[in-house]
């Protein structure tokens, strides 16, 4: 009897409801597809009931496997972690999810001894971003206060890493690459250009990577830069791989970081894609879909048909749904918001401060210095998600989707008894990655709940907690904690474990006879987020107030425009698109000085939608 369910009567998991258009997606076996799907469309968990149908009907068998590869870490996470939960263990151990960093690195790492012979790095060198923090510290410590006589190339990837290596290469290069293999460090436009070289010139790799991958996930399709397009076309153009690439061209934000506007039409024309358009929004009340659609008409070029989306949520908005404010200064402003957070949570009692949102165009920090008191007067926290715990380490919103800081905070949960059903299965899931053993069989589980036991044995809060994560790691072994999760080969292990132990700690010593409150604090649920447009995407909050929404702070929309400059002006307008679809109830906008972005206001305007705040009593 087969161990797979036929096709005919496999159905989604989780509740997940399926329209014509989902099922189609969900069990297309033939063709690639380009999925276009706008805020609040569910894509997310349309991959995962996708990677579900595949993996359980048998229609991606043993040892075949699903790749999906997505731009940002927490969204590679976030589909994974959906995989698991609806898969079980055994299926969800054949889909692999990355960002297209961690597959390069893999890539350059495994096969790096078929790199050009110039090229000396060997297998075990260390990941850095080569910035102005990574340099300060490097000519500080490595140097001796010295500046390197290589900075200026190092700081260019066009100089130091073009994407084919197997070109002659410059004596300035060379000393660059041998300078980074002798100190066995490469930044990651290196490893991209290690990874497409070595795909590029040795077939052996590429059909080894096609014999692994039947399906390729590609999320977040509209951020793809040239160079990751271009590695992915080496490996799966003209091939049996069948690839899904999921995204919304309307939240095309990373322009600045070499995001291609023409991803969807490459597609299409080399892959003979299928575009399908997704056009539902789950997440926000019937007014908020109705601006959303209001903004797509102007951000959809005259040639092209808007795609207007549908809200499937029946329930009516509440009565204040949109606004827009203005103050006479910063600390008015947020003493506004404040009280205002604090009423609706007292009108409606299951709502949490971590369930409203401080959006900004940028400069968190700055706002987030000007604020945080004012908020602390009203008995609210104010958590900046972009700041780095420590310098040189991991910022907040990145350290809660680490794997390890997970599998830390789940067993201080454990460990201290405050740990719901969900939690102690996502624990269970972590620890059967580590070990092995399998949830299903009742012998392995019974060894797996003694395993989990022994890690949380570890830890003992009257010490700190460095010393618990130091033991858990040595317990685990760093060895089987780098070949399950690749990302901690270099020094990230290092950063994450510092990261954490201070993040915590600090909640701890705030908090020392309240360990529930530490633990929550560190997780941020009893704080207000404050965090900037591209740390904003992809997630969703019941309130979303659009701070420091003034002229001065959309000077690149402004000047995009002095300059008639089509293509910024759309990047601009799509940063300001994604910003309001966060909101699933409540949508305002506020600032305290400057004048109101004109364009945008225009945008608002035209709607008829948002109408002034009220005053507070």
Partial sequence: MSKYLSAEFWEPSDGFITTKTAEKIIKENQKNLSILAGPGAGKTELLAQRANFLLQTGACKSPQRILALSFKVDAAA???????????????????????????ISVARRFSSLLPDWVEMQADFDVYPFDRNWWDDYERTELGGQPCKYRSTFRNPDLHSPLDLSDEPDDAMVKV?????????ADYPMC????FTIIKNHSQVRS?????YK???LDEFQDTTDPQYAFVKAIFRDSGTIITAVGDTNQMIMGWAGANPKNFENFKKDFNSEIIPLAVNHRSNSKIVDLINHVIKDLTPPSEEPIIYEGTRKDPPPAQCMGAKDFDDAESEAEYISKYINFLMSKTPSLLPSDFVLILRQKAQDYFDQANETFQNNGLNLRNEDALVVKNGVKIQDLMSEP????????????????NYTQEKE??????YLTGYDLDQDRDYKKLRKYIADLASCIDLSNPIENAVAKIVKTVGKAKIK????????????????????????????NPKDIKQAIENYEGTNQVKLMTIHKSKGLEFDTVFFVDFHDDSWWGLRQAIQRKNEEKQREEKNSFFVGLSRAEERLFFTKSKGSWPPVITGLLKGSSLVVSMPDLA
């Fill in 78 to 104: 976030n589909i994974k972690n959906r995989v698991d939960l609806r898969c079980g263990k055994e299926l969800a151990r054949r889909f692999d999810s990355s960002t297209f960093d961690a597959f390069f």
């Fill in 483 to 510: 070949a399950i999760f690749p990302q901690y080969r270099s020094q990230h292990l290092n950063k994450v474990g510092k990261s954490f132990c201070l993040l915590f700690q600090d909640a701890l010593d705030k």
């Fill in 427 to 432: 624990l269970e899931r972590v620890a059967s």
């Fill in 192 to 195: 991209r250009s290690m990874a």
């Fill in 177 to 185: 690459w041998d300078y980074c293999a002798e100190n066995k460090i």
């Fill in 404 to 419: 390890l800081s997970i599998l830390w905070i789940l067993l201080i949960r454990y460990k201290t008894g405050f740990i």
């Fill in 215 to 217: 399906y390729l996930f």
């Fill in 208 to 212: 080894l990577i096609l014999s692994t």
